[in-house]
């Protein structure tokens, strides 16, 4: 007689499906999941937090399909992993979301050294990016302040702030956004600001947009706004 024997996978744990942010605020976030629509079920979700700037972590567990994050940084990048752990004790591979809570808006006038508490200035700021080369404020280089000395500034950095250095093999677009709070009344403004260019002759550019608050910063390319300056390189 024949004998047929028919083999199939057990059942594993299978990692939370369509993650993503539902409600973003300068202090707050929402984030939302559905369960695996396969393998064996959720008991819980383990949830971590990672501040992108400061690196600080936290782990939180979870019975439900949404988390709430509470008391953000404004101007600030946040990665949320989540892992479920299934009816047989095993846990999934991570799904997670990185997103920027929204700057909040700054009053006119407005002057910024970056030689204040560091922190602070980071609220002022959103920063976003799709590759190694991101912006930081720190100590790597800074303007001369006539006797040869250089603070704080905001600089590219392709090593978290230590030095000021891009890495030239690699494609990045980098954006450091300031919420201006304009009055309703008409009037006429001044942009000033100092900067320095060290990069390749044909490429490794600084542009300064003017768009609405609304505005989304394009992974590739320039965002919908006015140039303010031009293309600044050396």
Not at 104 to 128: C, H, K, N, R, W
Not at 146 to 168: E, F, K, M, P, Q
Request: glycine residues 6%; contains cysteine; negative net charge.
């Amino acid at each position: 007689a024949n004998v047929v024997v028919h083999l199939t996978d057990a059942a594993t744990c299978i990692q939370a499906a369509g993650l993503h942010v539902s409600d973003l605020h300068a202090n707050s976030a929402e984030v939302v999941w559905a369960p695996a629509a396969s393998g064996l079920p959720a008991t819980l979700y383990n949830v971590t937090v990672i501040n992108q700037f400061t690196h600080d972590t936290t782990y939180d567990v979870v019975y439900d399909t949404a988390y709430s994050l509470l008391s953000l940084d404004p101007g600030t990048s946040y990665t949320v992993a989540v892992t479920a752990l299934c009816t047989d004790n095993t846990e999934s591979a991570a799904v997670s979301v990185t997103f920027s809570t929204p700057a909040m808006p700054v009053s006119l006038p407005y002057s910024q050294d970056f030689e204040g508490d560091s922190a602070s200035i980071l609220t002022d700021f959103e920063f976003t990016h799709n590759g190694t080369n991101q912006w930081r404020i720190g100590s790597a280089t800074g303007a001369d302040d006539g006797s040869g000395a250089t603070g704080h500034a905001l600089y590219v950095s392709n090593d978290d702030g230590v030095c000021n250095a891009y890495t030239i093999n690699a494609l990045s677009n980098t954006y450091a956004v300031l919420n201006v709070d304009f009055p309703n009344t008409p009037a006429e403004y001044h942009l000033a600001f100092d900067w320095k260019g060290q990069g390749e002759s044909s490429y490794d550019y600084l542009y300064v947009y003017l768009c609405d608050a609304s505005t989304s910063m394009p992974s590739t390319g320039a965002p919908s706004g006015t140039d303010l300056c031009g293309r600044l390189n050396q």
